[in-house]
């Protein structure tokens, strides 16, 4: 799905944009990006554990977006229908580290993702985090603290990105891109960062899986580069 009449160059028309962990740090820099290259009939999915950081950043770009329509709300985006010409913007807050937040946020995707105008599904698997880095591999012996670092980094991003591909399926014209944000991490291991660079190497290799599975699916590990820790902990 490509531009059409009436729309600026490049920016792509009916979309389904998701992002994850999107309330603060390098996803909420990447909705603003993203925000200005959806075309109409478009919508930007934000999920995240913060309900007013989200609803914020959605005021701030739907002020933004040309044509688009007064938010109504967090949860239920803009008042604008699937043909509208304006960019609406729909939040999710969900902790995707829990069971509870996780199907809420599933749900959430294959509401959206019925909508059969869509021609493009975008899904950006940003979320994640540090995890205590003042704990070195021999201090790591809690298994509950194991596991919910896992469940959150690498489960729900498994969890999402196969609601969201089912959801929408193989429609013809259309196309599909996911999104995993990696880092240095996935490949070279840090001291007392065993939780985050397992957790890299883990995501970047379940993604490798499914490009190999889908070779309809435009799979793409992306490690932005060097920031602080405040970005990381989305």
Known sequence: AGSGPGQGPGRWAATACVVTGASRGFGRSLARLLAPQ?????????????A???????????AGATGSATGSGPETGTESGPGSSGLRVQCVPADLGSEEGLRRAGAALRELLRDESFGRLLLVNNAGSLGDISKSFLDLTD??????????NISSALCLTSTALRAFGARPGCSRTVVNISSLCALE??????????????????????AL????????NYAPGEESSSLLLV
């Open 143 to 152: 298994l509950e603290e194991i596991n919910s670092y896992f469940s959150f």
């Open 213 to 220: 599975e889908e070779p309809g699916v435009r799979v793409l």
């Open 189 to 210: 291991p840090f001291p007392s960062w065993a939780l985050y660079c397992s957790g890299k190497a883990a995501r970047d290799m379940m993604f490798r899986v499914l």
């Open 52 to 62: 007013d950081a989200l609803a914020e950043l959605a005021t701030e770009l739907r």
């Open 38 to 50: 959806l075309g109409p009939g478009s919508v930007l999915m934000l999920l995240a554990r913060s």
